[in-house]
């Protein structure tokens, strides 16, 4: 707005001395300086008139940023809240971070004043924390949501949560899934129904942890993408997140990423359905000349 009112001002400058500077040497030069006081005064008057207009547009303009900022801000508040509390479980937590996601996805749209997306993003530093902080907590049984505890160990890495992960499915859950029943036995998947944390939670979970320019929708979309792939070109948000939150990167990758191989009795075992190399499940590019690789699993076939 500044800059328009100095461009104007400037404007009228130059179009003043254009005008003496023309007409100086005329008969009728007295008359025309005589009248560019009144020039420049209905110049002034209509210019008065413009920046009011804009200052309204503008205001206009803020007005549904306002609205849509003080609205994010107090469900992410309400989030942050909930997230904190002691009086839910990592299920409820997780299911209301799923429904913030919707919440947030359709209003951040309206959010375009800087200042307000700035401010945002302060409150988005104190989720990420109360995110990363929930996820980190579900153990690897309450991604089957079991009562019975992993006893082995593993490494917080992709590779060493989805052998730890595969290993507690194969032994307390294969076989047991509403769809297993519903074929006669005749095959399972991961973490099928009922046992096992919806994907779509953790996902949309995962599109709040990462979003840090009020994208969601892109956000979710990129990470979707990624979980289909083994290799990835560019870089992309799946590549911090597999490094940041291994355990629920790998749990979302065996979701997407393995079928039924085999049966014995009543266990159904699953194979990766490919993999970067013989070495390499996933391969993230994170610069022209770098890259993350993951190792293949070693309790999962290929």
């Keep these: 707005m500044s800059k328009l009112v100095w461009s104007i001002a400037l404007a009228i400058y130059v179009a003043t001395m254009i005008t003496y500077n023309r007409f100086e040497n005329s008969e009728h030069a007295l008359l025309i300086l005589g009248n560019i006081p009144s020039f420049i005064s209905a110049i002034f008057t209509s210019f008065a008139f413009v920046v009011a207009a804009l200052t309204f547009y503008s205001s206009k303009k803020r007005e549904p940023s306002k609205e849509s900022y003080t609205t994010y801000k107090e469900s992410m508040n309400d989030l942050i809240k909930i997230l904190k509390s002691k009086d839910y479980d990592n299920e409820y937590k997780t299911y209301y971070i799923s429904l913030a996601y919707d919440a947030l996805s359709k209003i951040e749209k309206y959010i375009t004043e800087d200042d307000h997306k700035k401010a945002i993003s302060v409150f988005h530093v104190m989720l990420k924390h109360e995110i990363k902080l929930v996820l980190h907590s579900i153990k690897i049984h309450d991604y089957f949501c079991s009562k019975h505890e992993f006893k082995g160990d593993y490494f917080l890495n992709v590779t060493s949560s989805a052998d730890a992960l595969y290993s507690y499915w194969y032994e307390h859950i294969s ?31 995962l599109a709040m942890y990462a979003n840090n320019n009020l994208n969601l929708a892109n956000v979710k979309k990129n990470i979707e993408k990624s979980l289909n792939e083994v290799e990835t070109k560019g870089n992309n948000e799946l590549i911090i997140l597999s490094e940041k939150l291994p355990e629920t990167v790998a749990y979302l990758l065996l979701k997407r990423q393995t079928t039924p191989s085999g049966r014995n ?16 499940w996933l391969s993230y590019q994170m610069t022209p000349g770098g890259w993350l690789r993951h190792e293949l699993p070693s309790a999962i076939k290929l």
Aim: charged share 30%; hydrophobic share 35%; no cysteine.
């Design 175 to 205: 076989g047991k899934s509403d769809f297993f029943k519903k074929v006669d036995g005749k095959t399972d998947f991961f973490a099928a129904y009922p046992h096992g944390i919806g994907e779509e939670f953790l996902i949309n979970a």
């Design 265 to 280: 009795g009543d266990k159904i075992s699953l194979k990766l359905k490919s993999s970067f190399s013989d070495t390499f």
